[in-house]
């Protein structure tokens, strides 16, 4: 044990210092003065002290620690939280604030780790030695990754520990990716091989191991185990990715099998490069014209030789920063790293030969190129640096001498020497200026911290100087050029150039204001710009970041534990999520519903025209806006793109928004498979936000998770990183008191999330009644047809609606009514015969004028059911008229429950109709549930005479003398008939609970009232059998051990197997994954439910074993039973494309997860009995299969088995009452086919919601 030794009135005092070691990598370990701490109270306990140990440096708020830690309780509880738990961890460090240095800064306001006490954390250790350079001596500290399965209550902390566990395994990654590179450079072949293999066993599928580790089997001399590990290289690439090695691979292979790889290669450079001839001098080195011998391409190798070294240390971290930053990007227009090496003293870098000279020199041979050259390299640049910022690198040297030119002129940024590498500390002194000196900004000069628009201002600086021929600020002396920066006036481009057009002199402006305030947070929003005036598309006017939106959650970002900036790329395991949600968006909307529209008419172009003011922008009042209507002529992809991907899509009933919004999510949906980093385009109904009104970012999650089957908590990381871009459809679904909340709620998300791009919907009329505009950055209206349309239209279709068409010419409201893309559609289907086109017209003629359109409109729709609806009776077993009166029901229920997509999953009692049927479902399988329950009991009656209990009631046995029959059965019929009669008093008091609910409104929204239930339905039960017990005189063991049993297995039961409400009654269990932390809120459960069993048994056994061992060993099997129970949870399947395939899954996991427990608990039992029965097998193999058997029911029931019960249950009555038919999937499709329903993955939505409006006002 360390002492601290300090002085105190002139006399030294020591004091003992414990001494901490705390290791996070593979398995979490804490030793105080090296005794082990493992009594850690809670995972949140242990949660607090890796929080802010990693994180040392920082203090943290107690409003902020409380926040993250127990989120979902009033602000009072969880700081009460967070004071206990700190408590019990200074406890356990042992720790205080006495004159030794505490573990823990502790004060009223914040909360810190101390950096300067006595402890050690590996994390550190592995960190520092990265830093150092030491990589053998780091990659001992990475036993495995960073905490792996340490989950807790906070959402936003297991996201926070996620993105630590990825930075440190990429860490770690490549630092044994550069170990290895270093170790075949210096043959140590042995040594290169076993890092290659650590690589392997962190990712078997990386392929540049796989390489690394053929060269050094091959440079040692054994070229049949390098063969062998290309054989194992392409069965692990082909098991992982299905895919076969890169080309790189295949010739590494083929070099090695024809012996040209051995001993003599190991003085190339990294292995396979030749040193050339030099063809540069730089700042840092020589740049050689190199060769790879595996491809045989030209490369370029920088070389930093010890003559440097020796007198500017500094020079090293600076060349090995370069290859870091290099290392991390991947672009076309930045400077490929193929690899880096050490040999001898000499530092080298391998990258890319770029042949085309640099930019200085293209300048110098013309001063002022083309304009439209000067945008091609100014987009290209931009979108290079954007990627380095996506990253977190800033350059921090951009110069036209660090970019280069290849043979098409494409400029390539490099030289990363002085780049910032996330939150890495500067190479310098603080306050010390790094870059050239002519291009630095106004914050570098005076040494501050620099971010993004330091980068931005250089780029300015540079795309002047194409356009001009000069630099600005240009003096005779760096001394002069810094003080210019810092107080001349940015010179006016337009004093040179004349002929510039006004974009693009306010970008320059933009971009070179001193106050690095007013530049662009983003130097994609500066490329915009230039784009839009390569493209010749009307340019937006530039608008300024705000800081506190922008740039703040930019600059905080790597600090936090919740990213609010758009993520880099994401790495295998997010990627493959993230394409499991484009493929259901593609299947659900593209697929299911644009395709199908596509591909039920002839395609009608819709065209556009702005509306300016139907949106609150938020730069109104700092940046001009036309605010006129302009037709636009460019599609709905560039549009959007044209309005910062921030647009609102209006348009009349009919006139094709859906159809435009999901022609963009197509378009976005293929650029999003292509680049990882855009965010993912999601369609959402807004017609169900108003049955919770929540703020939309919660509405998100809930509807990624119960539309797309998403988890909440990677929904929830999805939106606060930004990665997903909103298409929102049926605001004017939203019932009309809640759409100006829901505006709101939009409105709020937008200043919460700005980066997150939006494309709305909404009819015209709808949007422009409610009272408050969304913040878009642009909105769009939606023209309606041209007469020139609508008769192209109905020529095309041919002779089968002439008489339609005669009729609409000489009708000027049908005319007007067929401008709508919907209607015109409809009405050509509706009328291909000549006597029902004629009657549209007469028919309607005798309403009156200001009633006409409105019948004119339920005659079409009325029309084009009944040919729809018989055009399905002649393919199918249903008649025409059910099938209209099931359609009306459908649509009924779906605009009653507030959906858009309907699932037969999400069919609930509240789908009934009337009460009776309500309190019929809830009887029926209340009642159920008994009968199964009465089994459970039987057949641990079954189990009574071997243990000693009196299971016979006299009752059972004067009927079974009488009957002649087996006294089994006779308690096999009472058992049924009394929990039947107790199902019966548990529906009834869930008919009580649920009519409350449904008067009051709020359905879902009284989760309080669940567990009252429950114990009301526990008490009900206990008192209903102690009357039975009472006025039958029955006292035996038997009759007490189910008095104990019956409330339990009835609570127990209802838990998993009904809901809260009408409205979600039915659950699916689609799949299920253990949770540790859910099966640790159920110990104590388990605990007292299996104790209180243990007893109850123990005592009518009256067996010779103590109390404790009895209640122990008989209380085990349902103790481990419920724990069981809590920690199997549900989760989501990635494809769910079949009708009802919820119901399924849960059928089948009810089977196979019943079944398991029930062996598993039966060997339990097994066992159990065997030591109480000094190993009676026969009579421990009994009790085993009466526990296999209980056990089984209990799990298949709780884990889906009741929710298919309970389906079918629903199912019956929804068909005893002909609301639905009997193959009600099969109707379904069938209305898919005949252009009724939409198919939308395993769901269905009408064609069009005039049509689910119109059906829903029928009778039926």
């Known amino acids: 044990m360390a002492a601290l030794v300090v002085k105190m009135c002139g006399i030294a005092v020591k004091w003992p210092m414990s001494r901490l070691e705390v290791s996070l990598f593979g398995t979490f370990q804490v030793k105080l003065d090296d005794v082990s701490i493992t009594n850690f109270r809670s995972v949140n306990t242990q949660g607090l002290l ?31 939280n967070l004071r206990q738990t700190l408590y019990q961890l200074r406890q356990l460090l042992n720790d205080s604030d006495e004159p030794p240095q505490p573990f823990l800064l502790v004060s009223r306001q914040n909360i810190q780790w101390n950096p300067e006490s006595n402890y050690s954390l590996d994390v550190q250790l592995f960190l520092a030695d990265l830093a150092r350079g030491d990589l053998e001596t780091a990659v001992e500290f990475y036993i495995g990754e960073l905490l792996p399965g340490f989950t807790c209550d906070s959402l936003e902390f297991e996201n926070w520990l996620r993105q630590e566990r990825e930075r440190l395994h990429r860490l770690a990654l490549a630092a044994l990716d550069d170990l290895t590179e270093r170790q075949i450079t210096q043959a140590d072949f042995v040594a290169a091989q076993a890092a290659a293999r650590r690589q392997l066993a962190l990712e078997p599928w990386r392929e540049a191991a796989h390489r690394q580790l053929m060269r050094a089997l091959a440079l040692a001399g054994d070229r049949s185990a390098a063969l062998a590990q290309f054989e194992l290289c392409q069965q692990v690439l082909d098991e992982e990715l299905g895919a076969p090695p890169e080309r790189e691979t295949m010739n590494l292979a083929a070099q090695i099998e024809a012996g040209a790889f051995g001993l003599d290669d190991a003085a190339l450079i990294a292995g396979q490069y030749e040193l050339g001839e030099p063809i540069g001098q730089g700042a840092m080195g020589t740049v050689y014209r190199g060769r790879d011998r595996v491809t045989g391409q030209p490369v370029a190798i920088k070389m930093l030789d010890r003559s440097r070294v020796a007198g500017n240390p500094e020079l090293v971290e600076r060349f090995r920063r370069e290859g870091k930053a290099l290392r991390q990007l991947a672009h076309p227009n930045i400077v490929q790293l193929l690899a880096t090496d050490e040999k001898e003293g000499h530092h080298y870098l391998v990258m890319e030969l770029v042949e085309g000279g640099d930019l200085l020199g293209f300048l110098h041979d013309t001063p002022q190129p083309p304009l439209n050259d000067v945008l091609s390299i100014a987009l290209d640049l931009s979108d290079a640096l954007a990627r380095a910022h996506r990253l977190n690198i800033l350059h921090r040297d951009i110069k036209p001498a660090n970019v280069l030119l290849d043979g098409n002129g494409r400029p390539k940024l490099t030289d990363f020497g002085i780049a910032r590498l996330g939150e890495e500390s500067t190479l310098t002194q603080h306050g010390g200026v790094l870059g050239s000196v ?28 194409m356009l001009a021929g000069e630099r600005p600020f240009a003096k005779p002396t760096s001394a002069a050029t810094l003080m210019a920066i810092l107080q001349e006036p940015t010179p006016d481009i337009r004093a040179v150039r004349h002929d510039l057009p006004p974009p693009l002199t306010d970008l320059l402006a933009q971009m070179l204001h001193k106050d690095k305030n007013q530049r662009f947070a983003s130097v994609r929003q500066g490329g915009a710009v230039v784009e839009a005036m390569l493209n010749g598309t009307p340019v937006e006017p530039a608008n300024p970041a705000s800081p506190s939106v922008l740039y703040s959650s930019l600059a905080s970002a790597t600090a936090q534990p919740t990213s609010q900036r758009a993520a880099s790329v994401p790495q295998a395991e997010e990627r493959q999520a993230q394409l499991v949600l484009l493929n259901k968006v593609q299947q659900f909307w593209v697929e299911g519903v644009l395709r199908q529209t596509l591909n039920e008419g002839t395609l009608i172009e819709i065209g556009l025209e702005t509306m300016p003011d139907a949106v609150a922008n938020p730069w109104e009042g700092i940046v001009r806006q036309p ?33 435009m919004l999901l022609k963009l999510a197509s378009h976005l949906l293929a650029q999003a498979r292509q680049d990882v980093q855009m965010p993912i385009p999601v369609v959402f109904n807004l017609s169900s936000w108003a049955k919770k009104s929540q703020p939309l970012d919660r509405w998100l999650v809930d509807e990624l998770n119960e539309k797309y089957l998403i988890p909440k908590a990677m929904g929830q990381a999805w939106v606060e990183a930004n990665q997903l871009l909103l298409l929102l459809d049926g605001l004017d679904e939203v019932v009309g008191s809640k759409q100006a909340e829901c505006v709101r709620a939009i409105n709020n998300f937008r200043q919460a999330y700005g980066l997150i791009p939006v494309a709305l919907c909404c009819r015209t009329r709808v949007y422009q009644a409610i009272d408050l505009p969304v913040k878009l950055n642009g909105a769009v209206v939606l023209k309606p047809l041209t007469v020139d349309q609508t008769d192209s239209y109905l020529d095309g279709i041919g002779e089968q609606v002439t008489g339609l068409h005669g009729v609409i010419r000489e009708d000027a409201m049908l005319q007007e009514i067929v401008r709508s893309p919907l209607m015109l559609q409809v009405m050509s289907r509706a009328f291909r015969q000549e006597d029902s086109s004629a009657s549209l017209r007469t028919e309607t003629l005798a309403a009156p004028d200001a009633q006409r359109k409105e019948v004119l409109l339920d005659t079409i729709f009325h029309n084009y059911v009944q040919q729809m609806v018989r055009e399905l009776a002649a393919t199918s077993p249903f008649h025409w008229q059910q099938a209209r009166s099931w359609l009306v029901w459908l649509a009924q229920k779906m605009s009653e429950q507030g959906q858009s997509v309907f699932l037969l999953e999400s069919l609930q009692p509240s789908w009934l109709s009337g009460r009776p049927y309500r309190w019929s479902y809830l009887i029926l399988t209340r009642m159920l549930l008994g009968g199964f329950i009465g089994l459970i009991l039987w057949v641990i009656g079954l189990t009574a005479p071997q243990i000693g209990v009196a299971a016979h009631s006299n009752s059972s046995l004067l009927m079974a003398a009488r009957l002649d029959v087996n006294i089994v059965w006779i308690d096999l019929i009472a058992s049924l008939g009394f929990n039947l009669f107790y199902g019966f008093v548990v529906g009834g008091i869930d008919i009580f609970f649920f009519e409350r609910r449904s008067q009051k409104g709020t359905g879902l929204q009284i989760s309080q009232w669940d567990w009252p239930r429950k114990a009301v339905m526990a008490t009900a039960v206990a008192l209903v059998v102690a009357v039975q017990l009472w006025l039958f005189g029955e006292e035996t063991q038997m009759f007490i051990l189910q008095t104990t049993a019956e409330p339990f297995f009835f609570v127990l039961l209802s838990h998993f197997a009904f809901g809260q409400s009408y409205e979600n009654d039915i659950g699916t269990v689609e799949a299920l994954r253990w949770s540790w932390q859910a099966s640790l809120r159920g110990i104590l459960p388990a605990l007292v439910i299996g104790g209180v069993f243990g007893l109850v048994i123990w005592r009518l056994m009256g067996t010779g074993v103590s ?154």
């Open 50 to 80: 890796v929080y802010l140990m990693l994180q040392a440096e920082r203090p943290f708020s107690r409003d902020t620690l409380a926040t993250l830690f127990w989120p979902d309780v009033p602000d009072s509880t969880a700081k009460k």
């Open 438 to 465: 002519a291009y630095l900004s106004p914050e570098a000069c005076r040494g501050e911290p620099l971010d993004e628009r330091s980068d931005i201002w250089a780029f300015g600086l540079l795309l002047y100087e």
């Open 627 to 659: 605010q006129m209507s302009a037709p636009l002529t460019q599609p709905i992809e560039a549009v959007f793109a044209r309005y910062g991907r921030s647009l609102l899509i209006l348009g009349e009933p009919g006139s094709g928004k859906t159809v």
């Open 1107 to 1260: 109390l404790l061992q009895g209640v122990i060993l008989l209380g085990m099997p349902i103790a481990l039973l419920v724990v069981l129970l809590f920690g199997l949870n549900n989760r989501y399947v990635e494809t769910k494309a079949r009708p009802n395939q919820g119901i399924w899954l849960s059928g089948k996991n009810g089977l196979v997860w019943g079944g398991a427990i029930g062996l598993f608990l039966a060997l339990v039992t097994f066992l159990e009995r065997l030591i109480l029965q000094w190993w009676d097998v026969p009579m421990g193999g009994l009790f085993g299969v009466y526990a296999g058997i209980i056990a089984a029911l209990i799990a298949g029931l709780a884990f889906g088995g009741f929710n298919v019960i309970s389906h079918v249950c629903l199912r019956l009555l929804l068909r005893a009452s002909d609301q639905i038919p009997r193959r009600f999937t099969l109707f379904l499709n069938q209305s898919a086919r005949h252009v009724l329903l939409h198919r939308v993955g395993s769901g269905y939505i009408f064609v069009h919601q005039f049509l689910q409006d119109h059906l829903a006002a029928q009778e039926r």
